[in-house]
């Protein structure tokens, strides 16, 4: 307990009571147990400062992962949008080189249906 009363700043430290004096005893042993609670307060605001810069570094990480997930949502949507097109030119050179036509029009001539 001496040691954490010596290390408080000196304004904050409790006078040596008189200890022919009840009421400068009970006033010291108060003071202690006030420098105990704020040595508990000071550690417990520590530990919550390091928790809450923890937190926060831990929230910039995880907007982090979800800008570099949204780029390869976008990049992938981008190749499958370029792998369809490709795949699609493709069959159209295909159909080209068989003979087959690009379009599936069919042509008839007026003549073979009218019976004029």
């Known amino acids: ?6 290390s408080l700043d000196p304004h904050l430290r409790p006078v040596t009571p ?12 108060e003071h202690k147990k006030l ?12 530990f919550m400062t390091q928790k809450h810069n923890q937190l926060l570094a831990e929230e910039a990480e995880d907007q982090q992962r979800q800008q570099n997930l949204k780029a390869l949502q976008e990049e992938k949507e981008s190749l499958m949008l370029a792998r369809n097109l ?14 087959t036509p690009q379009n599936d029009w069919v042509i008839v001539s007026r003549g073979e249906n009218n019976n004029n």
């Open 86 to 99: 490709l795949l699609q030119q493709r069959e159209r050179t295909e159909n080209e080189q068989s003979g």
């Open 18 to 29: 008189d200890f022919n004096d009840e009421k400068s005893v009970q006033l010291y042993e």
């Open 1 to 6: 307990m001496f040691a954490l009363l010596d």
């Open 35 to 46: 420098v105990e609670e704020y040595c508990k307060v000071q550690e417990e605001l520590v």
